[in-house]
């Protein structure tokens, strides 16, 4: 199995039956394609789209029909579209359930940096501030390292996204929480030891004494 379909795997663990979900550019896309049979969850896109279902399959796109970065996706039925405004009404008012964000770096407190590179290009932080700042409950997928750094760091040096820390994070290699504030170590991939996670980590994580591995179907 490769790296981002365990992220998205272990992640659709955690919806709930009825939960209105936003969910990210890239990794995130990939949760919508494993909701566990039986779940009824109501994804949102920002740019005004509740009822958003899997990726679509070849020559089933519409251009019209699209996520926040412009991606094609699919409606399920009852789908119901709006304006921006609604859409970020929703979003800042706390009515999404759980947002599902991509990350470039978390700390050890549990701050996620996420929109920014310094000296790249970038279109804008889009949603994600308010998505951090207003869904009840934020997750971040992302894998666990880049070009051989870390991206679970002990502080970012990329433009944070909120001062709000995440509830969540979960990588190739582990699922973490910033629990009384220092982020902890809460299960391991499926063959990966508590001994691989630390060394791929720059963060000091805190570790309990039984760590679980992650479930994944």
């Not at 969910?23 to 909701?35: E, R």
């Amino acid at each position: 199995m490769d790296a981002q379909t365990l992220i998205a795997r272990r992640i659709a663990h955690e919806l709930a039956d009825g939960m209105l979900v936003n969910l990210g550019i890239g990794i995130p896309t990939l949760v919508a394609n494993h909701v566990p049979r039986g779940l009824h969850v109501f994804f949102q896109s920002e740019n005004g789209l509740i009822g958003t279902g899997r990726i679509p399959e070849g020559g089933m796109v519409q251009a019209r029909l699209t996520d926040a970065g412009g991606r094609p996706v699919t409606a399920i039925p009852g789908a119901c579209t709006f304006d921006s405004a609604v859409s970020f009404g929703l979003i800042r008012g706390g009515h999404v359930d759980m947002t599902v964000l991509g990350g470039l770096q978390v700390d050890e407190h549990g701050l996620l940096a996420n929109w920014m590179i310094p000296g790249k290009m970038v279109p804008g932080m889009g949603g994600a501030m308010d998505l951090a700042s207003g869904a009840k409950r934020v997750i971040v997928a992302m894998q666990h390292s880049a070009k051989g750094q870390s991206k679970i760091v002990r502080q970012c040096s990329l433009p944070l996204t909120s001062a709000r820390p995440v509830d969540l994070v979960v990588t190739e290699l582990a699922v973490m929480a910033p629990v009384d504030g220092r982020l902890t170590l809460l299960e391991t991939a499926p063959d990966v030891t508590v001994d691989q996670v630390l060394a791929a980590t720059e963060a000091q994580l805190v570790v309990p004494d039984r760590v679980p591995t992650m479930p994944i179907r």
